[in-house]
């Protein structure tokens, strides 16, 4: 989740300097902030500091990230014209500075904790570029997967060639774990989930067994998309807080791990109401291994550290970290 730009002083000293892109752009100053959660919270994980948009920009998309807002296109991406746009990625040449940020990290993280390499899935992608900024219905990019069938096809083919070769060569550099944020697939029908998106984000979790590394599948109001999402593929699927932990396992089968699923919000109440929602996320986990304790979704700008680190001590407490 973004965890670093959310709540922590010293991320946000570095923030009033460098804007967002330029963070990721230097290398040794993006490794830093990768690890700037690891080392206030001692959480067991670092993601790499990155957003989701930098594999399109890298290939010449014009995307600027606003505050408060997210991601802006000025020239959505709509048309058959427009397509011509989205050429396929050459990490080597195109996002060296993410290579060496993770290579960076690498270096300097401890052999316990693990950096999780990541991408945006298509659907997620796909949303910004035919928005052309956040959106709550998703009009514009409905309109063309149920208008244009063959134009949603090539955008998603496309999106997803980027996104498995982006997440390739994450493996390659480091990354030792890998997770694909389909943050906003839960606006769709189970049906159009397995016609229109299913196919592209199972393609890239298959071209991806041959790295050999663990993969996350991450979505928000997913209740009735987890089994899809699942047989899409990942070998974690993370789950935000709409749906008990325990009946999101059963879901998608004991044989996949699951991440999840607190509410962020908790944090901004008393510290008695974080815990005792910790305390049921990790009831409903039940001990059983494959459980990677999170939040259901990111962080809140204002959440008080202090809740965010007895969280993570109470974490350690109840579920020590096994190898
Ligand atoms: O935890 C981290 O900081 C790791 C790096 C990270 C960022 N974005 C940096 C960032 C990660 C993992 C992301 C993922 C991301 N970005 C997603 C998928 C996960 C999710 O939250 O659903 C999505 C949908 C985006 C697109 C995006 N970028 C949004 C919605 C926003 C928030 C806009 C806002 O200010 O509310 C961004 C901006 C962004 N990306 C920030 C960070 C740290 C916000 C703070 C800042 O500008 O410094």
Not at 23 to 39: F, G, K, N, S
Not at 82 to 110: G, H, K, M, Y
Not at 201 to 223: E, K, Y
């Amino acid at each position: 989740m973004r965890q670093a730009g959310r709540a922590l002083p010293e991320y946000r000293r570095i923030r009033e300097r460098h804007d967002l892109l330029a963070i990721t752009h230097q290398p040794e100053l993006c490794a830093e902030v990768t690890l700037q959660p690891l080392r206030r919270l001692g959480v067991d994980a670092a993601i790499l500091f990155a957003d989701i948009m930098t594999p399109l920009i890298a290939i010449g998309l014009d995307v600027r990230i606003v505050e408060h807002a997210g991601p802006v296109l000025e020239q959505p991406v709509r048309t058959e014209a427009d397509l011509a746009r989205l050429r396929p990625l050459e990490p080597d040449q195109d996002v060296p500075f993410v290579l060496e940020t993770i290579r960076l990290v690498r270096q300097q993280l401890s052999p316990e904790s693990a950096l999780i390499g990541f991408a945006g899935a298509p659907f997620t992608l796909a949303s910004y570029l035919v928005e052309g900024r956040a959106s709550r219905t998703f009009e514009q990019t409905k309109r063309l997967m149920y208008s244009r069938p063959d134009l949603w096809d090539r955008l998603m083919s496309r999106l997803a060639d980027v996104v498995a070769t982006y997440l390739a060569a994450q493996a390659r550099a480091g990354a030792q774990v890998l997770q694909l944020f389909d943050s906003w697939v839960g606006c769709l029908s189970p049906a159009d989930y397995c016609r229109h998106v299913q196919p592209y984000s199972r393609g890239i979790f298959q071209s991806l067994q041959a790295h050999d590394v663990p993969t996350i599948h991450f979505g928000t109001d997913t209740g009735w998309l987890l089994a899809p999402m699942a047989e899409a593929g990942g070998s974690t699927i993370g789950v935000d807080w709409r749906v008990p932990l325990d009946a999101a396992w059963a879901a998608i089968g004991p044989e996949r791990g699951i991440q999840g699923n607190l509410d962020p919000l908790t944090l901004l109440g008393p510290w008695p109401a974080v815990e005792e929602a910790a305390r049921r996320v990790l009831d409903q986990a039940g001990g059983r291994p494959g459980h990677i304790f999170n939040l259901g979704h990111g962080l809140h700008p204002e959440t008080p550290l202090d809740n965010l680190e007895r969280l993570v001590e109470l974490v350690h407490e109840i579920e020590p970290v096994r190898p």
